[in-house]
T-cell receptor
Framework: AQSVTQLDSHVSVSEGTPVLLRCNYS??????LFWYVQHPNKGLQLLLK??????LVKGINGFEAEFKKSETSFHLTKPSAHMSDAAEYFC???????????FGAGTRLAVHP | GAVVSQHPSRVICKSGTSVKIECRSL??????MFWYRQFPKQSLMLMAT?????????EQGVEKDKFLINHASLTLSTLTVTSAHPEDSSFYIC????????????FGDGTRLSIL
């Protein structure tokens, strides 16, 4: 069975400070993991993906995530938040034998001046 | 690369009307396309999965006759909401994927459907 838990429904940071969005997953097989961002009234944009290569994955807009199998985690980080990073972020898992994505509930990131 | 175009972006129409939403992969061949529905402040809910030339696979609780899906080519899928009613008002998002489960889905910008 697959599942995704995003540990924070809301995260608020000041501009220029680090961002940490937490995600834990459960998967019967070796998973593929993704982070997507959704701005209001828009579709989802792929930030980065992990597909069993390097455990530290770099994505767009300065985001990166580290796959930790022992902790079943795939947390998203960014060293310095920008106002434009304010959005909804989804952690997503897929694995062999499943033709569909399993979404976390989402984390709303607010960035304050 | 990996651009998915979804049209229209917004539809407002009267109850009883049928509405068609198009989803196109512009620069890749989409072996599989997906249709989602998103309620306010919630995650995406998968409605159906379609492979080119095959009948769509609907998720439990999604009415096949209400939400008609056609995946006529490797770059085009359509969702038709038949005889739409106010409870069908929602944000509908399509996605497309080239390859297997370990490949990402690429999403359109969504369609805001409002039924009066």
């Amino acid at each position: 069975a697959q599942s995704v838990t995003q540990l924070d429904s809301h995260v608020s940071v000041s501009e220029g400070t680090p961002v940490l969005l937490r995600c834990n997953y459960s998967s019967s097989y070796s998973p593929s993991l993704f982070w997507y961002v959704q701005h209001p009234n828009k579709g989802l944009q792929l930030l980065l993906k992990y597909t069993s290569a390097a455990t530290l994955v770099k994505g767009i807009n300065g985001f990166e995530a580290e796959f930790k199998k022992s902790e079943t985690s795939f947390h998203l980080t960014k060293p310095s938040a920008h106002m434009s990073d304010a959005a909804e972020y989804f952690c997503v898992v897929s694995s062999y034998g499943y033709n569909k994505l399993i979404f976390g509930a989402g984390t709303r990131l607010a960035v304050h001046p | 690369g990996a651009v998915v175009s979804q049209h229209p972006s917004r539809v407002i129409c009267k109850s009883g009307t049928s509405v068609k939403i198009e989803c196109r992969s512009l620069d890749f061949q989409a072996t599989t396309m997906f249709w989602y529905r998103q309620f306010p402040k919630q995650s995406l809910m998968l409605m159906a999965t379609s492979n080119e030339g095959s009948k769509a696979t609907y998720e439990q609780g999604v009415e096949k006759d209400k939400f008609l899906i056609n995946h006529a080519s490797l770059t085009l899928s359509t969702l038709t909401v038949t005889s739409a009613h106010p409870e069908d008002s929602s944000f509908y998002i399509c996605s497309a994927r080239e390859g297997g489960f370990n490949q990402p889905q690429h999403f359109g910008d969504g369609t805001r459907l409002s039924i009066l």
